[in-house]
Structure formats: structure tokens, C-alpha cells
């Protein structure tokens, strides 16, 4: 699985203005979350500013390396052992990319196009494969 050189580039347009929100970002990727899925939420132990610090730091981390996404497979993996010790279901990886999706589509409103939205979800399958291999994966952290 791979990425396009033009998904590439609409990602990295596109999350320059996210990036310029990127609190409010967060704060309405988790709001879509648990409305979504309302039982992922007692998952979530720590204090929720941080938790979307955190998760804006990921997905700025994922943008920056699209190029060589390769260097985020480890962590990606590990990312999915974590999950995996706190009992999320590979089936909720779904419910978060519909979330982020939605998130992406609210951020950038009237600039977001299918092709945006196409990208953003092709490389969201690209991180949730890596994620669900650590998941699925029996060894230890």
C-alpha cells in the first residue's frame, strides 16, 4: 500500500490551514469521536487537552514524514501494541478515520474537495495498517 504523489501534495496544502486551527482541530476530532463512539471515551484516562495535544502532534508527525512514511512504521506499530493493551478494537480504527475525515472536512470547509478528502483517507489507511499490524501483533511492548 502506497500513497500518491499528488495525495501527497493535497495533504500537505491542506494541513497547512489545518495546522493553523489545530487546537480547535482537536478539540472537534475528539468531540466527532465520542459522539460516534461513545464507549472509546472512558479509554481516554488522561486529561483531554493533553490527549489532543498529543494526537495533533501524531498527525503532524505523520505529515511531515508522508515522504519517507516509512520512518513512521515502528512507531506506528508500537502506537498499536499501545492500543491494543487498552482494548480498542481494530473495528474502532473505523470510527476514528470517519472522524477525522469529518474533522478535515469541518477545518477546511468550503476549500476541502473530494480529492482532499480522498487523500487524507487513503493516507489515514495507510496509518491504520501499520497501527492494526501492532495491534493484531502478539508480542510485548
Known amino acids: 500500500m ?34 460516534l463512539e ?39 506499530f508500537k502506537l498499536g501494541q499501545a492500543h491494543r493493551y487498552l482494548k480498542v478494537k481494530e473495528s474502532q480504527l473505523a470510527i476514528v478515520r470517519k472522524a477525522l475525515v469529518l474533522s478535515i472536512e469541518y477545518e477546511l470547509r468550503s476549500k476541502c474537495t473530494p480529492s482532499i478528502i480522498n487523500a487524507w483517507s487513503n493516507y489515514i489507511d495507510l496509518i491504520s495498517a501499520q497501527m492494526i499490524a501492532g495491534l493484531n501483533s502478539e508480542a510485548a511492548l
Do not use: G, W
Open 2 to 35: 502506497s500513497i500518491s504523489e499528488n495525495d501527497k501534495a493535497l495533504i500537505k496544502e491542506s494541513f497547512i490551514l489545518i495546522d493553523q486551527n489545530s487546537t480547535v482541530f482537536s478539540r472537534h476530532f475528539y468531540d466527532c469521536l465520542f459522539t
Open 38 to 76: 461513545p464507549m472509546v471515551k472512558p479509554l481516554f484516562k488522561a486529561e483531554r487537552n493533553l490527549i489532543e495535544k498529543h494526537f495533533i502532534t501524531l498527525i503532524t508527525l505523520c505529515v511531515k514524514k508522508i515522504d519517507n512514511f516509512s520512518e513512521m512504521n515502528d512507531q506506528l
